[in-house]
């Protein structure tokens, strides 16, 4: 955990800002980049930046302490209720551009230029590939997810940055100061709450006026892709991760085979692209097999809770009181809603 961390930090059991620090081990080293020198923890002369990898952090109001480990300040209230996801392991290489492509388009209308300078939170970072360009553009990023494994992952893919603060917390109860980012922003995860508008709420109360909370969220399910992925969820949902990673692969073959190389190979074909565009899932042709797996695991073991109307969403962003609220429709296999608002 680097110390520029703690003057964002708020406890989330009592939302006191009080927290001390206890360090029990701590490294050095040496970032890429220069940092600011009144980075808390940076050597201007040196150029190295001290960070906490065990310790504690005690709440001065509440008592509650939070431990650090592995560099991971671990800030939830109670052992989460954690659905096993392959993207664990997603180690992707951010040289290919179909993952920076595939950022950009759920961030729209967020272009690059968008992050610089910004104080991010990542809401849902999963393995972090958000949480990575937002820093490669220019911002500083928190990070937070409630999988321990999901948040070391993320930790991992980002760990070139110093300016990317890997969080294990909580998005119903998230452990930082309010009105304290300019930018807030959350892709896939509210279809899968229980109550996703109360994070809504939560993500609201972190931006401060003027910052801008950008949102993708699943549209209405419609298509081959979603009735297959409903039926095959009712078949799979009891199934032991070992068994549905092996289901996962054998529907990814399926579909490399069936889907993806068709649409590969005839997409440019003069009045294919429109017949072979409701081949299932033909966007993922563009990702290594490892990451269709995780996917297909994740579809299957993740439920969707519900999804969201255009209007919906517009709607929710309207009575929390945002500003200049644009949304739009991202096209593919199924439809799905972004937007992104100004806080008032």
């Given at each position: 955990?680097?110390?520029?961390?703690?003057q964002?930090?708020a406890?989330?059991?009592?939302?006191?800002?009080?927290?001390?620090?206890?360090?029990?081990?701590?490294?050095?080293?040496?970032?890429?980049?220069?940092?600011?020198?009144?980075?808390?923890g940076?050597?201007?002369?040196?150029?190295?930046?001290?960070?906490?990898?065990?310790?504690?952090?005690?709440?001065?109001?509440?008592?509650?302490?939070?431990?650090?480990?592995?560099?991971?300040?671990?800030?939830?209230?109670?052992?989460?209720?954690?659905?096993?996801?392959?993207?664990?392991?997603?180690?992707?290489d951010?040289?290919?551009?179909?993952?920076?492509?595939?950022?950009?388009?759920?961030?729209?209308?967020?272009?690059?230029?968008?992050?610089?300078?910004?104080?991010?939170?990542?809401?849902?970072?999963?393995f972090?590939?958000?949480?990575?360009?937002?820093?490669?553009?220019?911002?500083?990023?928190?990070?937070?997810?409630?999988?321990?494994?999901?948040?070391?992952?993320?930790?991992?893919?980002?760990?070139?940055?110093?300016?990317?603060?890997?969080?294990?917390?909580?998005?119903?109860?998230?452990?930082?100061?309010?009105?304290?980012?300019?930018?807030?922003?959350?892709?896939?995860?509210?279809?899968?709450?229980?109550?996703?508008?109360?994070?809504?709420?939560?993500?609201?109360?972190?931006?401060?006026?003027g910052?801008?909370?950008?949102?993708?969220?699943?549209?209405?399910?419609?298509?081959?892709a979603?009735?297959?992925?409903?039926?095959?969820?009712?078949?799979?949902?009891?199934?032991?991760?070992?068994?549905?990673?092996?289901?996962?692969?054998?529907?990814?073959?399926?579909?490399?085979?069936?889907?993806?190389t068709?649409?590969?190979?005839?997409?440019?074909?003069?009045?294919?692209?429109?017949?072979?565009?409701?081949?299932?899932?033909?966007?993922?042709?563009?990702?290594?097999?490892?990451?269709?797996?995780?996917?297909?695991?994740?579809?299957?073991?993740?439920?969707?809770?519900?999804t969201?109307?255009?209007?919906?969403?517009?709607?929710?962003?309207?009575?929390?009181?945002?500003?200049?609220?644009?949304?739009?429709?991202?096209?593919?296999?199924?439809?799905?809603?972004?937007?992104?608002?100004?806080?008032?």
């Amino acid at each position: 955990m680097k110390y520029a961390l703690l003057q964002w930090l708020a406890c989330p059991a009592c939302r006191s800002t009080e927290l001390g620090l206890e360090m029990r081990r701590t490294r050095t080293s040496s970032p890429a980049t220069r940092l600011d020198p009144d980075t808390p923890g940076y050597d201007p002369t040196s150029g190295t930046l001290q960070e906490v990898v065990e310790g504690e952090l005690r709440c001065a109001s509440c008592s509650t302490r939070y431990t650090i480990e592995d560099g991971i300040p671990r800030l939830v209230v109670s052992p989460p209720r954690v659905v096993a996801s392959a993207h664990v392991s997603t180690h992707f290489d951010a040289s290919a551009p179909e993952w920076e492509e595939a950022f950009l388009d759920l961030a729209s209308p967020l272009g690059p230029s968008d992050y610089l300078g910004q104080l991010a939170l990542d809401v849902g970072c999963g393995f972090g590939r958000g949480a990575y360009f937002a820093a490669r553009y220019g911002a500083e990023v928190i990070a937070v997810d409630v999988d321990p494994e999901v948040i070391a992952t993320c930790r991992h893919n980002t760990r070139r940055f110093p300016r990317v603060h890997p969080v294990q917390a909580d998005a119903t109860r998230l452990p930082f100061r309010p009105a304290t980012f300019s930018l807030v922003y959350a892709y896939g995860l509210l279809h899968h709450l229980e109550d996703p508008m109360a994070v809504f709420h939560e993500c609201s109360r972190m931006l401060e006026p003027g910052g801008r909370f950008s949102l993708w969220v699943y549209g209405p399910r419609q298509g081959t892709a979603a009735a297959l992925s409903a039926l095959l969820r009712g078949i799979t949902k009891e199934m032991p991760s070992s068994e549905l990673l092996n289901v996962s692969r054998l529907i990814a073959s399926v579909l490399r085979l069936a889907s993806h190389t068709p649409y590969r190979l005839l997409r440019h074909l003069p009045g294919m692209r429109s017949l072979i565009s409701h081949l299932p899932l033909h966007e993922h042709h563009r990702w290594p097999y490892d990451v269709v797996v995780a996917d297909i695991f994740d579809r299957l073991r993740i439920p969707v809770t519900r999804t969201f109307t255009r209007e919906e969403i517009e709607a929710r962003f309207v009575d929390e009181g945002y500003l200049d609220v644009r949304t739009s429709m991202r096209m593919g296999n199924n439809e799905s809603v972004r937007a992104l608002g100004t806080r008032r």
